[in-house]
């Protein structure tokens, strides 16, 4: 290793491409830097574990354009979970969409079954050009066409 530097790297995320801080590491006699993301461990956690009986957000997989202030949309839940229902927070920017579903905690043995279904969450204002989030995972709902 004959240096290192501080610099910035193109990084693709679940939204969008960024600019992340990297080290540029330069060792003799290899032509190409050696390049390491700069994040501290302590920013990446895991996702919190289910408790049983508790209430989660359920991961929607995508939503279908209908009319302009209506969210159509599709979701998977395990096959002994009860749904509760949806509903969305909403900024001038983006639309955060969460579906509650309970495990019923009773200790009996459930089918690794994913089920799917579909519900439609009413906004204040018609979506546009809003993203939408899934408040499960942080990440964009997917848009399809009505027939997809």
Do not use: N
């Amino acid at each position: 290793m004959t240096g290192a530097r501080l610099g910035k790297v193109p990084l693709e995320t679940s939204r969008g491409a960024i600019q992340a801080p990297a080290w540029m590491f330069t060792v003799e006699g290899v032509e190409q830097k050696k390049v390491h993301v700069a994040v501290d461990p302590s920013a990446v956690t895991a996702r919190p574990e289910r408790v049983q009986g508790s209430v989660e957000e359920v991961t929607a997989f995508d939503l279908v354009a209908g009319k302009p202030s209506e969210l159509l949309l599709r979701y998977g839940y395990g096959a002994c979970d009860t749904v509760h229902g949806a509903r969305a927070y909403e900024t001038g920017q983006l639309v955060v969409v969460d579906v509650d579903e309970e495990d019923p905690g009773s200790g009996k043995p459930c089918p690794a079954i994913l089920k799917t279904a579909t519900t439609t969450v009413t906004l204040a204002r018609p979506l546009g050009d809003r993203l939408v989030l899934d408040s499960g995972t942080g990440l964009p709902v997917l848009r399809r066409a009505r027939d997809a």
